[in-house]
C-alpha cells in the first residue's frame, strides 16, 4: 500500500507571501494519479489540482501543483485571507496523506 | 450544475447496521465512478470505498472491507453505501464523492454517523 507523507503538518504565513506544501508518495505514482484539495472548517472537501499540475474548474491560478516520481508539491502563491485551510493530497483516488494546516496570520 | 445529496446517517449501537444513500444530478451518473470517503471528528480524510460506473467493480479499505458494502441504481442515479458491524471508530462524516480524471472532483454535503452505546 502506497503511504503519502505531507509536511509540514502546520505552516503560518502571512498575506501575500508564497505557501510551498509537499506530498511524499512511499513509492513512484504516476503523476497522472496525483491529486490536492482543501477543506476549510465545517465544508467538504473541495477539488485543486489533478494529474498533479492541472487546475480544477473555477481553481485561481495562485494555486499550483508539480511533482513527479516520489515528491510532489502545491504551490500558492499571493496568499490571501481566504486559503486559510487543511491541504490534502489522494494518490489513484484514494489514499490521501495527512494533511497540512495552512494559517495565514 | 453537479449536486451530491446525501441522506442517512445518525446515531447507531456498536454492531449495528446503516445504510448511506448519495442522490447524483447535474451529470450522466451512469458514466460515472463514485468514492465514499469518511472523516472521524478532528481528523483527516480516508478513502473507503469505490465503484464502477456499471457496478461490476468495487473496491474497499482494509479497515471497513468484509463490513461495507456499496452499491448503484443507475436507475435512480443513486449510489449507496450499506454499513454493517459498526464499531465504535467508525464514528465519522461520510461523504460521497464523483470521480473523474482520477480525483474526487465533486463531493456530497456529507454525513455523520455515531457507533455509541
Known amino acids: 500500500e502506497i503511504v503519502l507523507t505531507q509536511s509540514p503538518g502546520t505552516l503560518s504565513l502571512s498575506p501575500g507571501e508564497r505557501a510551498t506544501l509537499s506530498c511524499r508518495a512511499s513509492e513512484s505514482i504516476s503523476s497522472d494519479y496525483l491529486a490536492w484539495y482543501q477543506q476549510k472548517p465545517g465544508q467538504a472537501p473541495r477539488l485543486l489540482i489533478y494529474?498533479?499540475?492541472s487546475r480544477a474548474p473555477g481553481i485561481p491560478d495562485r494555486f499550483s501543483g508539480s511533482g513527479s516520481g516520489t515528491d510532489f508539491t502545491l504551490t500558492i502563491s499571493r496568499l490571501e485571507s481566504e486559503d486559510s485551510a487543511v491541504y490534502y493530497c489522494?494518490?489513484?483516488?484514494?489514499?490521501f496523506g495527512q494533511g497540512t494546516k495552512l494559517e495565514i496570520k | 450544475q453537479v449536486q451530491l445529496v446525501q441522506t442517512g446517517g445518525g446515531l447507531v449501537k456498536p454492531g449495528g447496521s446503516l445504510t448511506l444513500s448519495c442522490e447524483a444530478s447535474?451529470?450522466?451518473?451512469?458514466?460515472?465512478?463514485m468514492s465514499w470517503i469518511r472523516q472521524a471528528p478532528g481528523k483527516g480524510l480516508e478513502w473507503i470505498s469505490y465503484i464502477s460506473s456499471s457496478g461490476s467493480y468495487t473496491t474497499y479499505s482494509d479497515s471497513v472491507r468484509g463490513r461495507f458494502t456499496v452499491s448503484r441504481d443507475n436507475t435512480k442515479d443513486s449510489v449507496y453505501l450499506q454499513l454493517k458491524s459498526l464499531r465504535v471508530e467508525d464514528t465519522a462524516v461520510y461523504y460521497c464523492?464523483?470521480?473523474?480524471?482520477?480525483?474526487?472532483?465533486?463531493w456530497g454535503q456529507g454525513t455523520l454517523v455515531i457507533v455509541s452505546s
Open positions: 489522494q494518490q489513484s483516488s484514494k489514499t
Open positions: 447535474g451529470f450522466t451518473f451512469s458514466d460515472a465512478y
Open positions: 494529474g498533479a499540475s
Open positions: 464523492a464523483r470521480v473523474h480524471m482520477v480525483a474526487a472532483t465533486d
